[in-house]
T-cell receptor
């Protein structure tokens, strides 16, 4: 089976750092994705991790621990435009296609 | 490249009506899929296709049909609309799902309301 859990909502301050956690349970593991989705728009790809450790891309970093079934997305130097939903996803389920968590709605406040 | 194009952007249907949501991509992607997104439920896979002439069911296929006559197009048909099908529908494609590290590219979505 496949289960992906992430917090429903988070609030952070402009200029700060925020960490969005994701835990997953899969019968097999074939990588983990993070997507960003602004209100009323399509999800867009942020990062992919298949090996343990931290992957850095500018202000955004993503971490994976396969032994713990855990990932996080780290956003630094928060900007107002970072207010969005952040979706954790991994291949799995009955179809072994991409399964998404319910998303974490991040609100960045001045 | 236009990427993934979905039409229409908005649609209102009455219960029992049928309609087709269109999806086209110009990236020569093998893999195409349809998701629905509902509050508190996340994105759920309806149907997918790994190439022209090949389709398969996702997590929530009931009430929907698909076909893949060309690489570019992957329409989603609602046979007899029900209020439970009120949702935002996203079409997404990828070069190949055999390579798990390739991300999905999403269309801008179709917001469907069934009354």
């Amino acid at each position: 089976g496949q289960n992906i859990d992430q917090p429903t909502e988070m609030t952070a301050t402009e200029g700060a750092i925020v960490q969005i956690n994701c835990t997953y349970q899969t019968s097999g593991f074939n990588g983990l994705f993070w997507y960003q989705q602004h209100a009323g728009e399509a999800p867009t790809f942020l990062s992919y991790n298949v090996l343990d450790g931290l992957e850095e891309k500018g202000r955004f970093s993503s971490f994976l621990s396969r032994s713990k079934g855990y990932s996080y997305l780290l956003l630094k130097e928060l900007q107002m435009k970072d207010s969005a939903s952040y979706l954790c996803a991994a291949p799995g389920g009955a179809t072994n296609k991409l399964i998404f968590g319910t998303g974490t709605l991040l609100a960045v406040q001045p | 490249n236009a990427g993934v194009t979905q039409t229409p952007k908005f649609q209102v249907l009455k219960t029992g009506q049928s309609m087709t949501l269109q999806c086209a991509q110009d990236m020569n992607h093998e893999y195409m899929s349809w998701y629905r997104q509902d509050p508190g439920m996340g994105l759920r896979l309806i149907h997918y296709s790994v190439g022209a002439g090949i389709t398969d069911q996702g997590e929530v296929p009931n009430g929907y049909n698909v076909s893949r006559s060309t690489t570019e197009d992957f329409p989603l048909r609602l046979l007899s609309a029900a209020p439970s099908q009120t949702s935002v529908y996203f079409c997404a494609s990828s070069y190949s799902m055999d390579r798990a590290n390739l991300p999905l590219h999403f269309g801008n979505g179709t917001r469907l309301t069934v009354t």
